[in-house]
């Protein structure tokens, strides 16, 4: 559950979120945008990993401005940013299993959640292969897998499926919408094919602010992405 209230993200005198309100529940939510509208820096507060300048952000009925409760929601949250790097010399495993032990899991369960987590991903075949050796979709899987491994309640995804072969992407598709039942995902993505194969509802920015907020039908009912995107050019 996301609720913000106001939020502005500044990066020095740019506005990338200028005062956005917003509510999301379980479900898969896109969130679309031309380049530089502002996705990728409400991703991140969202993630805790950088903080609002103004406004009210409540995240799994937590204020991520308290230290404590800002811990409790880094546990239970998945978050692949749009450029990650691994150590290449870490195996498969060992990525995933360092993931785990950030989000702070317990040491008995972690190593099957971290197979699990690699096998969601198709990974197996390779999970004790060094993160350099595998193809850059694969390398993206792995962040995937990352994201994944503590079953979060709140899951952030920056374009996650760039690179992916059709059927990775698929699979992908498929996962998230498993999870949709009992997670807050929000999918940040420039593929219509994605939104349409698994996304509930569409949050769509401009210049950092929200201009559509809808079901799907509702944005079809607006002219679909391009038309409201025209409105406001
Ligand atoms: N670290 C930074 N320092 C300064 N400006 C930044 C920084 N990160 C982003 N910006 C600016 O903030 C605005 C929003 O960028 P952001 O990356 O959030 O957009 P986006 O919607 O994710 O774009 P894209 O679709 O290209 O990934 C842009 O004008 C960008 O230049």
Known sequence: MISAARLTVRHRRMTAVDSLDLELGDG??????PNGAGKSSLLRVLATAAGAVEGRLTLLERDPRRPAERLEIRRRLGYLPQTFGMFGGFTVRECVTYAAWLKDMPGRTAPEAVERAVRE???TRRIDDKYRTLSGGMQRRVGIAQA??????????DEPTT?????????FQTLLRHLADSTTVVLATHLMEDVRSCCDSAVI???GRKVFHGSLEELRAAGGYSAV?????
């Open 28 to 33: 898969v939510h896109a969130l679309l945008g």
């Open 121 to 123: 991903v198709g990974l």
């Open 163 to 171: 690179g992916l072969d059709p059927a990775e992407r698929e699979r």
């Open 229 to 233: 995107i025209a409105r406001h050019d």
């Open 205 to 207: 920015l401009h210049s």
């Open 148 to 157: 994944l491994v503590n079953r979060p309640r709140m899951l952030l995804l």
